[in-house]
Antibody
Framework: EVQLVESGGGLVQPGGSLRLSCAAS????????MHWVRQAPGKGLVWVSR????????TYADSVKGRFTISRDNAKNTLYLQMDSLRAEDTAVYYC???????????WGQGNLVTVFS | QSALTQPRSVSGSPGQSVTISCTGT?????????VSWYQQHPGKVPKLIIY???KRPSGVPDRFSGSKSGNTASLTISGLQAEDEADYYC??????????FGGGTKLTVL
């Protein structure tokens, strides 16, 4: 059974940092691209970032470029999102998701709430 | 990276068909055959129901179908059932290894 288990969310003040983790099991993690998608309370889904299967290529939404860093450790089957210089508008549930290519995001984590408050 | 345009809400009676549109540009929806659709029930995780414009993952009923014409993709749900009431999001590859979601559509089964 495919599982993506997220951890690391919580409360942080503006300007602070947080690192999310996403532990994968049940599939060949090292063969998949991975993404982070967020959803602000009561709002829609927003794509945040993507990393290719070996970690050599990363891309970001303009809203987080320069502040967030996606990475992965294929030996540990784990995806990360380092979030720096956090803003109130970054408050959201963050989902990790897998994709075999440029198509659909086929498996999703349970979501992890990040709240940036002053 | 502007969000794709979806209607805020659609509705239909059990047994009927509904179609949700998703309008983008030639840089995303119109430029690639990488449109996907997600179903999200309240408080739940999004679920992939259509990928590559019209393909269904295993386990997704064939009542769900997808298509694309120009810069607009569409999700059609036929034989509406009460359990189909949910939010639906489209997503498109937008080039340079970026993706963009639509704003979401709330489906109400009357």
């Amino acid at each position: 059974e495919v599982q993506l288990v997220e951890s690391g969310g919580g409360l942080v003040q503006p300007g602070g940092s947080l690192r999310l983790s996403c532990a994968a099991s049940g599939f060949t993690f090292s063969s998949y691209w991975m993404h982070w998608v967020r959803q602000a309370p009561g709002k829609g889904l927003v794509w945040v970032s993507r990393i290719n299967s070996d970690g050599s290529s990363t891309t970001y939404a303009d809203s987080v470029k320069g502040r967030f860093t996606i990475s992965r450790d294929n030996a540990k089957n784990t995806l990360y999102l380092q979030m720096d210089s956090l803003r109130a508008e970054d408050t959201a549930v963050y989902y990790c998701a897998s994709s075999p290519n440029r198509g659909g995001l086929d498996y999703w984590g349970q979501g992890n709430l990040v709240t940036v408050f002053s | 990276q502007s969000a794709l345009t979806q209607p805020r809400s659609v509705s239909g009676s059990p047994g009927q068909s509904v179609t949700i549109s998703c309008t983008g540009t030639s840089s995303d929806v119109g430029g690639y055959n990488y449109v996907s659709w997600y179903q999200q029930h309240p408080g739940k995780v999004p679920k992939l129901i259509i990928y590559d414009v019209s393909k269904r993952p295993s386990g997704v009923p064939d009542r769900f179908s997808g298509s694309k014409s120009g810069n607009t993709a569409s999700l059609t749900i036929s034989g509406l059932q009460a359990e189909d009431e949910a939010d639906y999001y489209c997503c498109s590859y937008a080039g340079s290894y970026t993706w963009v979601f639509g704003g979401g559509t709330k489906l109400t089964v009357l």
